[in-house]
Structure formats: C-alpha cells, structure tokens
C-alpha cells in the first residue's frame, strides 16, 4: 500500500479523498469561528444603531458612498478571479490558477489602497475617535460610537484582507510551481472559501455603513 | 521481539526518534504534544495554586494583616486568570484529548498535526504574555474584566494580559477544530458514531462550544484592549457607551465557557464508571446526546449572570427559565453513572475514587447552580462566597477531580509504568476531603453574606474561614502527593502492561503500552461497541502473560 501512496499524501490519512475531506470540512469550521468573531462587532452595532438612530444616519453621510461602492465592486470582482483560480486548480491547470490568483491579489491591493485612502480623509477630517476628533454638536456620542464601529468593524475586515493577500500570495507561487493537481489541490479550495467569507463580510459592511441613512 | 511480545514494545513513542529537546518542541505526534501540554499546564496549576494559597492565607484573619487590598485584587485576578484560561480550559482536552482521541477511534495522528503543534506554541506564547503581566506588575479586574473598570479606570497591564488571553484562546480554537475533523474523517472502519467512547462525544460537543464561543471572546477583549489604547468609548458610559455590552458579550463566551471545562470531564468519569463498574455505561445513546445537548442549551444561558446588572425582569426570567433547561441533560448524565453503578462489579481504585467523588461534588455544584438560577435566591446571593463555593465545586469538586481521575487511569497508557496504588488512594481521600473542607463552609459564608473580593470581613466570619483555610492545606498536599508518586513511578513505578486494567477501548485492547508512534501497526477493524464489558477483554491474554512473565523475572509487586 505504502508503495502506491501519491506524493501529496500525508502519513496520517489513508487515501486523497480522507485528505481532501479533512482539510475542507477543517475550513468551515474555522469560518464558523470567523462569523462569531464578526458576529459578535454586528451584535454591537446593532445595539448602537438602536441607542443612536440619529446619529447612525449623520455618520454614514461622513463616508464616501462612491469609495465604498467602488470598494465593494472590486471584491466582487475579486471573488469571481479567485473562482476561476479554483476552478484552475481543480482542473490542473496551474500556470492558470497563477495568473488569476495574481488578478484577485492586484484588486485586493486596490481594495485596500482606497479603504488607505478613506482612513487618511477621515483622519484629516478629525473624525478618528480617540485619536483625533472633533466633538459634534448634534451627536456628541452617537458620532463617535459609529465611527467607532467603522473603524473596528472595517480594520478587522482589512487586516483579514492582509492575511488574505498573504495566502493568496503563497497559492498562487505554488500554482506556478506546479504543487497542485487534479487530485490534490484541497489548499486552494480553502483559500477560496477564506477570500469568499471576506468578501461577504464586506458585503454587509458596505450597506450597514455607507448606505444607512441614504 | 521478545520484549514486543511481553507486553512492553522495544520501540515506542517516547524512544522512537531520540529524546533531544527537537525530538519533543517540534514533534508532531499527538502524543507527544499531549505531553508537551501536561507539563505546561501543571506549571500553570501550581502558579495559580501559589494565588490560592495566598489568598487563604490572607483570609485567615478578619483584618488586612498579610497584603494590602491592591495586591489582594491582583492575586484573586491573576488566580482566575491563570485557573480558567491556562489551566481548565485546556486541561482534559488538551492532554487527554490531544492524546487519546486519535487512538480511541483508531487513527494514526490528528488530522492536522503541525496545526496540533502550533496550537501547543500559541497556547505557550499567550501563557507567557499573561504572566510577563503578571510578573511586571499585574491585574486587578476580576478575571471577568468588567467594563468601565478594565476599559478605563484599572490602573494595571489589562491590556497585556488581555493579549495574552487572545493568543491563548486561537491556540484552543485549533484544538477544536483539530478535534471535529478528526472525529469526523478519521475514525477507523467499523468505528461507528454510536461505537466512539463517550470521551470522544464529550470532546466533540467541547469542541464545538470552543469555535462557537471562542471568538466572541477573543474580539470582546480586542475591545477593551482598542478602548485602553485609543480611547474609543464602546463600553464607556462618560462617551454614550454601554458597559452592559461588555457584560453580554463577556458572558456570552464565559458561560458556554463553563461548559467547555465541565464536559470533557464528563467524558471521563463515563469512561471510568464503566471501567471500574465493569458495565456497559447505562443509557449510552442518552449520555452520547446530553453532551450535545449541554453544548448547544450552554449558549443561551448566559444572561443569568447578570440578573443584578440591570437587564430587564422578562430577560431575567427567560434566562432563569432556560438555565433550568441545561440542568435536564447535566442530570441525564448523573443518572446515567449511577445507573450504571448498579449491581456492577466496583473496583475501588484510584482513578474510580476520582469519580465517584465527581458524580458526588458536580451534583452538589449543579443543584445550587439551580439555586443560583432561581433569579430570587441570586439576588440575595449575589457576588457572595455562595457563588464562589458553587463554581469551585464544579471546577475543582468536578473538572479537577476528573483531570486527576483521567491522569491515574491513563498514567500507565502514557509511560508504560503503575503508580503505587496505595499512595494514590490516599491522595484521592485527601483531595476530597480537603475539597470539602474548603469549599463548604464558603457556601455557608455566601448565604450569611460574605461578599467575594473583599480581603477583610467581619469577625463572626473568622471560623468559618480558618475551616475554609485548613482544608486549602489539606488539598494542597493532597495535589502535591500525585506530583511525587507520578514522577517516582516514571523511574521505578512496575511496568504496566497492555491492559493493567482489563478495560475496554482501542487505546487499551489495540495498542502496546506505551503506543507505538503510529498507534496502530495496522489501522484496526472495530467490531464491538463501546465499553463490551459483557465480553473479555480482546488483549487480556497478553496482559495475563506479560504479568507472568514480570513474575517470572522476579519482578517486584507480580504474582
């Protein structure tokens, strides 16, 4: 048996499928992980948004809903790139994947070059609380407490970008390498299903923030 | 050969690839890294024993004589901090788990080994974080870190140890993840859901509480710790905040939280009770279900923690309600041990006096955890020793006491040698009573209304409280006899044998003592249920040859 174990095949499975199972049933479990940790900031804005209505519709007007609509725009973009990077993948075609995998970590980088941008506007807006802000006289709580949340909500989102350009990054030098084939490419799939989570996080972020009080 | 044959392998997991530090800091094998994790944990255990002892010390007297109110803060802090996250919650899963979860269901490894590991290094590195706080100075918040407080007055290194904390939970995160997935996709042939050990069940249904509960936490104290730093104001009422929150949120973890530390023990004692009943466990498929069944009721539960924070009255008592609910399984399982006790054939050993003292000391925990869901009594209770004596008789009365249990029963599994029976004996009569001694007279002292994290009290208290202090020092020797026999035993302990208890399971029937690397030489072919004591042991022939042949070779203690 030993004789005829493919290359992929690490000693403690028994054949590729167990491998495959184990690695994408390990996936979601971590994503279930990930939505409670989301899940937990989206409890608390809600609690705010019910406190605060007010101020909540005052603080979306501080962002920039063309941003945020480009923002969301290029992950979806992204998402569909990374699809076909697993689809690639799925099929052995390597160099492929490579290159849509480059496509998705281009528009990552674009993604968080803007969301750069917006911080820097917010920043020299004085609308950074703790930090740098301006106390405003409509909402003097309410406006802090959702650009709190925004900040938080959207830096945790971001620094999941980060991590996520990093395996992205790592996937798509292994594609070109070759590492992957029509049997083993269970690592790709997860770094799919990972990429997708983020974006769909975002997906709610984009109208809970920059869409509320329009 | 000769000696593969007598029982005790010439290669094995503790000699197999040499003993060099590498051979152990980067192992990847189960075992080894369930090792890795005893070793920590103890540590962890007497260091946040030292703060016990401190803190029992301190209330010997009604007045301030031994440290002051600050350091009196920082110790009970730095006693729960240590006791929950870096002891309880990884205890039973981390070690047993980690070790026997693979060999009960008949795989060679976790699914995820070097994930394994990493978990091991996270769990160090956020220990190590936590107590670089604590060694430069400390924290005073209550290990709960109750808002406004911990976010913005405490004057102490809340954000360090919060790190610490952070780093430490991810690391118990990829245990559970570990832990599904490997139930789920490494079982051996014929290794049926309703064949696994209830360890197994109770491991699944922890590690499902971990990923769930886990990052709720994780993220509650990303915010505190941002609150310290930049001075957002989310659970600040001075900046429109709600300190509530925190309480929810915190709560939403810690009491799911309780359940992570009390089903793994759970596990145990059903594997021990069947052992040393020599019965079939009674109403397997009930207790398989009632682990299931506490994980996913413990996530709605939590607000009776807060039936004085100033949560509505309806809240109150639908949380009061609901915490009853979680109390049906717990006794499903209670029931169920005793059942199984029953005309059984009971070997009072070690490992069983461990149990029995569980079924005993998690019951009296459980009924006045009814009493403290009861929002009426808990008013009158609240923040008193009454609560502190609960949680410490589910904690300690129950986890500890398992932990122990598990260690006597799996000690000759893990190093191939028998600890000396009598001695044990005796430490478990001397946990026990000490247990008690320390613990039952502060639910008296609650229900007086001795109120917690005070380090003065009113005289009339004082007798209650030197008990309370004289049974510490029992259960402190209690803890440090195991420490000197277990550690004896590895140098002169009798060799074990496969099947030292004639029990039943994979890791006893299938497996040499102690395992070989990979388990298994071939990955077996269950066949039998769970716990068949009906039947003989499959390896007990060889237990009885290798026992002769110890005899036979003038060994010590055989006959």
Not at chain 1, 143 to 151: E, V
Not at chain 2, 332 to 337: A, D, I, L, Q, Y
Request: net charge neutral; glycine share 10%; hydrophobic share 50%.
């Amino acid at each position: 048996m030993s004789s005829q174990r493919h290359t992929s095949l690490l000693h403690q499975f028994n054949d590729l499928e167990q491998q495959r199972l184990s690695y994408e049933v390990g996936m979601w479990i971590f994503l279930a992980t990930e939505f409670l940790l989301f899940g937990t900031m989206f409890a608390g804005y809600m609690v705010y948004r019910t406190h605060f209505p007010a101020a909540w519709a005052a603080g979306s007007q501080e962002l920039n809903v063309l941003l945020g609509l480009i923002n969301t725009a290029i992950l979806l973009i992204s998402s569909m790139f990374i699809a076909l990077a697993v689809r690639a993948g799925q099929l052995g075609l390597g160099r492929s994947a490579a290159k849509f995998l480059l496509v998705t970590m281009a528009l990552g980088s674009m993604f968080l070059a803007i969301k750069a941008y917006e911080y820097h506007d917010k920043w020299s807006h004085h609308l950074v609380p703790g930090l740098n802000f301006e106390a405003h006289p409509e909402h003097p709580f309410g406006l802090p407490l959702f650009l709190s949340f925004y900040f938080t909500m959207t830096g945790v989102h971001a620094f999941h970008m980060i991590i996520g350009l990093g395996i992205v990054g790592l996937m798509a030098f292994w594609c070109w390498r070759g590492r992957f084939t029509a049997e083993h490419n269970s690592p790709l799939v997860m770094t799919g299903l990972y990429w997708h989570f983020v974006d769909i996080v975002w997906i709610y972020l984009y109208p809970l923030f920059y869409l509320i009080g329009r | 050969m000769k000696e593969a044959m007598i029982g005790q392998p010439g290669r094995h997991y503790l000699n197999e690839g040499g003993f060099g530090w590498k051979s152990w800091l980067l192992t990847t094998d189960h075992k080894r890294i369930g090792i890795l994790y005893m070793i920590s944990i103890t540590s962890f255990f007497l260091l946040g024993g030292i703060f016990a002892l401190l803190i029992r010390l301190e209330l010997l007297t009604p007045q301030a004589d031994l440290v002051s109110s600050e350091t009196y803060n920082r110790l009970f802090t730095m006693h729960g901090v240590v006791m929950v996250w870096f002891f309880l919650i990884p205890s039973i899963p981390a070690v047993f788990g980690n070790f026997l979860i693979p060999i009960m269901i008949g795989a060679r490894d976790m699914a995820f080994p070097r994930l394994n590991l990493a978990s091991w290094y996270l769990f160090m590195l956020g220990g190590i974080v936590a107590i670089g706080a604590i060694v430069i100075g400390g924290v005073d918040t209550g290990w709960t870190f109750y808002t406004p407080y911990s976010s913005t007055y405490a004057n102490a290194y809340v954000v360090l140890t919060v790190i610490g904390i952070f780093i430490a939970g991810f690391g118990t995160i990829f245990t559970a993840i570990n832990f599904i997935v490997t139930t789920h996709t490494m079982r051996a042939p014929g290794m049926g859901w309703f064949r696994l050990p209830l360890f197994i069940w109770s491991n699944y249904a922890t590690a499902i509480i971990v990923i769930l509960a886990t990052p709720v936490i994780g993220i509650t104290l990303v915010l505190v710790g941002v609150e310290r730093l930049l001075g957002f104001g989310i659970f600040d009422p001075a900046m429109g905040g709600d300190p509530l929150l925190f309480q929810h949120m915190f709560w939403f973890y810690s009491h799911p939280a309780v359940y992570i530390m009390i089903l793994p023990g759970m596990g145990v004692v059903s594997e021990l009770v069947a052992c040393f009943a020599y019965r079939r466990i009674f109403g397997y498929i009930f207790v398989a279900f009632a682990s299931i069944a506490i994980a996913l009721l413990g996530f709605f539960v939590w607000g009776h923690h807060m039936f004085v924070s100033g949560q509505s009255l309806f809240a109150g008592l639908l949380f009061s309600l609901l915490s009853y609910l979680v109390a049906v399984p717990s006794a499903v399982k209670v029931f169920n041990w005793t059942a199984t006790l029953y005309k059984g054939s009971i070997r009072l050993e070690a490992p069983m006096i461990y149990a029995l003292g569980f079924i005993g000391l998690f019951t009296l925990g459980g009924l006045t955890g009814l009493m403290l869901a009861a929002a009426a009594i808990d008013i009158h209770v609240h923040d008193t020793y009454f609560v502190i004596a609960h949680f410490h008789y589910i904690m300690v009365g129950g986890m500890v006491l398992a932990y122990m249990g598990a260690l006597h029963f799996w000690w000759p599994k893990i190093t191939g040698r028998l600890y000396p029976n009598g001695w044990a004996i005796i430490a478990a009569i001397l946990i026990f009573v000490g247990f008690n001694l320390t613990f039952f007279p502060q639910f008296v002292l609650g229900y007086l209304g001795m109120p917690r994290r005070y380090h003065t009290y009113p005289e009339e208290f004082q007798m209650l409280n030197v008990l309370s202090t004289a049974g510490a020092t029992i259960l402190g020797g209690g803890y440090a006899l195991p420490l000197g026999y277990l550690l004896w035993s590895l140098g002169w302990g009798k060799r074990a044998g496969p099947n030292p208890w004639d029990a039943r399971g994979l890791e006893w029937e299938m497996t040499t003592t102690p395992p070989i690397k990979e388990n298994f030489e071939v990955i077996p072919l269950v066949e039998r249920e769970a716990y068949d004591y009906a039947e003989p042991a499959l390896n007990i022939g060889e237990q009885l040859r290798f026992e002769r042949e110890m005899a036979a070779q003038g060994e010590k203690g055989y006959r």
